[in-house]
T-cell receptor, first 112, second 114 residues
Framework: GENVEQHPSTLSVQEGDSAVIKCTYS??????FPWYKQELGKRPQLIID?????GEKKDQRIAVTLNKTAKHFSLHITETQPEDSAVYFC???????????FGPGTRLSVLP | DSGVTQTPKHLITATGQRVTLRCSPR?????VYWYQQSLDQGLQFLIQ???????AKGNILERFSAQQFPDLHSELNLSSLELGDSALYFC?????????????FGEGSWLTVV
């Protein structure tokens, strides 16, 4: 089955700096890659997603890149703010929603 | 608000007991997923249903079972509870058409086993 790895497990950056989180997946059939942000005690919320027919997608300060050949995708957050502090999960799925598998998460701390 | 409703929000029960967690998916969503999240841990996939049928199974214990009813709501049954079952249980749903693939999480049900 699909296996998703995520690095780093924790990340601390200064406010205003950029943060990058990387994920790799094992199943080449995976074709949908969402990213979720989870604040303490709350539900994971979708922040951005990318499909396998796209190499990059951007939404304001957040961007995601996908390398299908290498089977990895990354989340980029620019101009980080304290409210970006949270746990971020990547995920991979087949058939646009079947068999969702999440990475172990990255705890991002943005230091003022 | 994601549109996914979970009840109860909080539940405290004793070891050996049985509880049922309930989930109502977003209107029109046919897929329901259940995840377990222990303290400071990741999202462990338990099971997925699509239109009443089991679609995928993760690391779900034999003491746990789930089902999806004709009205598409789902229930997760946890029996012979152990202290280690204390966790936040999330339900999520996704659409069968439209914006395919995106899953939306409910607020979760906090289960504490004492």
């Amino acid at each position: 089955g699909e296996n998703v790895e995520q690095h780093p497990s924790t990340l601390s950056v200064q406010e205003g700096d950029s943060a990058v989180i990387k994920c790799t997946y094992s199943d080449s059939a995976s074709n949908y890659f969402p990213w979720y942000k989870q604040e303490l005690g709350k539900r994971p919320q979708l922040i951005i997603d990318i499909r396998s027919n796209v190499g990059e997608k951007k939404d304001q300060r957040i961007a995601v890149t996908l390398n299908k050949t290498a089977k990895h995708f990354s989340l980029h957050i620019t101009e980080t703010q304290p409210e970006d502090s949270a746990v971020y999960f990547c995920a991979a799925s087949i058939n646009y929603g079947q068999n969702f598998v999440f990475g172990p998460g990255t705890r991002l701390s943005v230091l003022p | 608000d994601s549109g996914v409703t979970q009840t109860p929000k909080h539940l405290i029960t004793a070891t050996g007991q049985r509880v049922t967690l309930r989930c109502s998916p977003r209107s029109g969503d046919l897929s329901v997923y259940w995840y377990q999240q222990s303290l400071d841990q990741g999202l462990q996939f338990l099971i997925q249903y699509y239109n009443g049928e089991e679609r995928a199974k993760g690391n779900i214990l034999e003491r746990f079972s789930a089902q999806q009813f004709p009205d598409l709501h789902s229930e997760l049954n946890l029996s012979s509870l152990e202290l280690g079952d204390s966790a936040l249980y999330f339900c999520a749903s996704s659409a069968s058409q439209g914006r395919l693939g995106t899953i939306y999480f409910g607020e979760g049900s906090w289960l504490t086993v004492v």
